[in-house]
């Protein structure tokens, strides 16, 4: 379709080019245009669609769905989609990276082993690199998060 389409518009540019330069100027944005139609690359996915796997190490009744990763194409950034269930919590942790992370659902506390803070639906939260730092769900409903992670520091 788009080697068929390349072909058409070449043509039609050689013509248009003995016409006169604007009219090759505007078809050139038309099928820029219409070019970036068809060739969209962006991945529509349902977070139901990826697999939520158990977090082991220290954590409690919580899982993770790695949404965007580098297996994707994304070369910056993951996105990860974090259930911690009522009386469920994250290991207490630090790492030299940040995350950012957006509460959809729930109540819970951040702590970082000395204080805690508390957290509801849409709160976002971003932890700085170096500090420790554990989710708890301290609610009667499942917390649900965005927590998006630099893959340039943790390689
Ligand atoms: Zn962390």
């Keep these: 379709m788009k080697k068929e389409l390349d072909l058409r518009f070449s043509k039609l540019l050689a013509r248009a080019n003995l016409w006169c330069p604007v009219r090759k100027e505007m078809l050139l944005n038309i099928f820029g245009y219409v070019s970036a139609i068809l060739m969209i690359n962006m991945k529509i996915i349902n977070y139901q669609d990826v ?6 190490e220290g954590a409690k009744n919580m899982t993770i ?10 070369e910056n950034f993951a996105m990860r989609y974090i259930e911690v269930n009522p009386g469920g919590s994250s290991p207490l942790h630090s790492h030299c990276w940040e995350h950012e992370i957006f509460t959809l659902e729930g109540e ?6 000395q204080e805690e803070k508390r957290i509801t639906k849409g ?7 170096n500090e420790a730092h554990q989710c708890r769900n301290t609610g009667q409903t499942t917390i649900r998060l965005l927590c998006m992670i630099p893959y340039t520091q943790t390689q």
Excluded: S
């Design 123 to 129: 709160d976002f939260i971003f932890v700085p690199p």
């Design 65 to 74: 769905r790695w949404l965007i990763t580098k297996e994707m194409g994304a």
């Design 51 to 56: 697999e939520a796997k158990r977090v082991e």
């Design 108 to 113: 819970g506390v951040m702590a970082n082993g």
